[in-house]
């Protein structure tokens, strides 16, 4: 798809599902900052009309709309309220999702059908809802999906096979707009392991809480990606480095990647708290409770991602990164190490994540290049901003190493 540039923040009417907490309340909260009329969407009345009245409260303009995205009815609804609030829609973000902690064969088939018919017929819900109204405005669409949509996480497999789905439906969709010469452009989101109550509101199959694996990055870095998307779409944007290193590997070598993900990945999404037997989830109802962005993830969190950053502007990063690698050298200075530096810093240290060792040999029997220079940015200390961007969403520099 190629890039075009869209209205600016402050001229657009944006809608988003899944808008009461984590990813889509903090793509409100920004979008509204920035200037944007926000139409929030989620199941949970008490926390929408919270976020809302904050953001009108610091000066933005928002409305909230209490709607389930697997009820055709309810998102017609949502696109409708936004029509008579605001006259239009420019960006509509498929946002509304939820997990399912627990082996495939493990997890009732009617718990399995119920997040399909939110995280992929919500989606699709949402998608035929916008669409007639971004035709008019030669809008953006913009899709949730995850890492896990190119690669599957054990003990989420029902959530892994949704986000595939989501995946499949988006890009189907954009060769059928683009082919039909459709003024929408569809772009998807994939983000790494984010901040937010994601795990908290799962349902759980595990006997102990589930975790967030590492690296976890907040919630803000995706918003100010599908915020720069919206502006500017892009077909697709993986958000955070790690995420990006698992989908290169399991595309690569996928065996190596298996026995990696077998080896590391169900202790790594368990947590150390026995599972509480009267915890609440999402799955069929809300949550009550606060609006809430973050979630309690305990270890560090990345607050940026310069894979990202490289993603969403390549031609002026790399310019900045030359620059940077000039100064570098001229004081005798090898900021890349090895050239697996880049991504041991944004997956958080050679130590703590040491068991890469085990994967990058097998990959190597698998003739896996790992020579994308695109990956191994991550380790720059400071990435020169285009200066609108910077102004509007921050810096997506990387912080220093965590250092476990």
Known sequence: MAVQQRKSLDQQVIVITGASSGIGLATAKMAAQLGAKVVLAARE???L?????????????????????????????????????????????????????????????????????VNYWGVV?????????????????????????DRAVPLQGHYSASKHAVKGFTDALRMELEEEGAPVAVTLIKPASIDTPFPEHARNYLEVEPQLPPPVYAPEVVARTILACAEQPRREVIVGGGGRMITAMGKLAPGATDRYMEATMFEGQKSD?????????????????????RGDYPGHVMKSSAYTQVSLHPGITLMGIAALLLVAASRGIVPFGNGRQGFDQELGGRERFGRFGRLRRAARSDRFDRSNSSDRFDTAEQVPQPDRFSRQYGSLNPEPSPGW
């Open 125 to 149: 819900n949402g998608s035929l809802a916008a669409l007639p109204h971004l035709r008019l405005t030669e809008g953006t669409l913009i899709n949730l999906g995850s890492i896990v949509s």
């Open 49 to 117: 009309a919270d976020a809302a009245n904050d953001i009108r409260a610091a000066g933005g303009q928002a409305v909230d709309v209490v709607a389930d995205v697997s009820d055709p009815a309810d998102v017609s609804r949502l696109a409708d309220k936004a029509i008579a609030e605001y006259g239009g829609i420019d960006t509509w973000i498929n946002n509304a999702g939820l997990s399912i902690y627990g082996r495939a064969e493990e997890v009732p088939v009617e718990d399995a059908r119920r997040l399909f018919d």
């Open 45 to 47: 009345a008490e926390q």
């Open 273 to 293: 708290r026995p599972a509480s037997p009267d915890r609440e989830d999402s799955l069929y109802a809300p949550v009550g409770g606060p609006a809430r962005v």
